[in-house]
């Protein structure tokens, strides 16, 4: 069984959310998991032949999805929030 090589992970914001980028190689195949940072649910999982095409796919995909998130702020007198 291959072992994973070339393992990175980066930390970015995509479309204003914070999320993390992981990839890594098994045998000549690239994989990418991007999810959402905090609390680290998995976003979209890709692959491809090279590390920039596996994080291009993943990425455009995240990308997509995250767009139609809507972020809502706080209901007014929320006190559980700093700042409000």
Excluded at 14 to 28: F, K, N, Q, S, V
């Amino acid at each position: 069984m291959p072992k994973p090589e070339e393992y990175s992970e980066t930390h970015t914001t995509l479309a204003g959310w914070p999320i993390t980028i992981t990839t890594y190689r098994l045998d000549t195949i690239y994989y990418t998991t991007i999810d959402n940072t905090d609390p680290g649910a998995w976003v979209v999982k890709a692959q491809g032949a090279t590390k920039a095409e596996s994080e291009s796919k993943a990425t455009a995909q995240a990308q997509a999805l995250l767009e139609k998130i809507k972020k809502n702020p706080p209901p007014t007198g929320c006190t559980s929030v700093p700042g409000f």
